[in-house]
């Protein structure tokens, strides 16, 4: 399952976001898992979440991004929803190249992983491969 916070800088996304973080970890009971290009969030999110930097990890596209969640639940059948910030800062702005990695993500993680991005964008901007993931 796919959810996208979207809206322009400033909007509040990293704010929701947290927030949302923050609640799942009182209500999961499996992994949850935080990614994030650099350490912004850090601090503001329980330490019982999994926290990964993918600066780390070399992560500058969308296809090396689909692979190290796609790894990641491979490795750990446990994740049950995944946290990311400033998907554009990770891979790149690339909206209609976004949606072909939202697409290949929903099917790699079906109901049974709910996977939440932040999106530095309003929503006319986005592209029907996109928006067909706002709720």
Do not use: H
Not at 66 to 82: Q, R, S
């Amino acid at each position: 399952m796919i959810q996208l916070i979207t809206g322009k800088k400033g909007s509040g996304k990293t704010k929701v976001l947290i927030d949302q973080i923050n609640s799942a970890v009182k209500d999961t009971n499996g992994c949850l898992v935080c990614v994030e290009k650099g350490e912004t969030l850090r601090r503001s999110i329980s330490y019982k979440v999994r926290w990964c930097d993918v600066e780390q990890f070399a992560i500058d596209s969308f296809a090396a991004f689909y692979g190290f969640v796609a790894g990641m639940l491979a490795g750990n059948y446990d994740i049950k929803e995944i946290f990311v910030d400033g998907i554009f800062r990770i891979a790149g702005a690339d909206f209609d190249e976004f949606g072909l990695m939202l697409n290949k993500l929903d099917k790699l993680t079906g109901e049974d992983v709910k996977v939440v991005f932040t999106v530095s964008a309003d929503n006319e901007e986005l592209p029907a491969s996109v928006t067909r993931f706002l709720d």
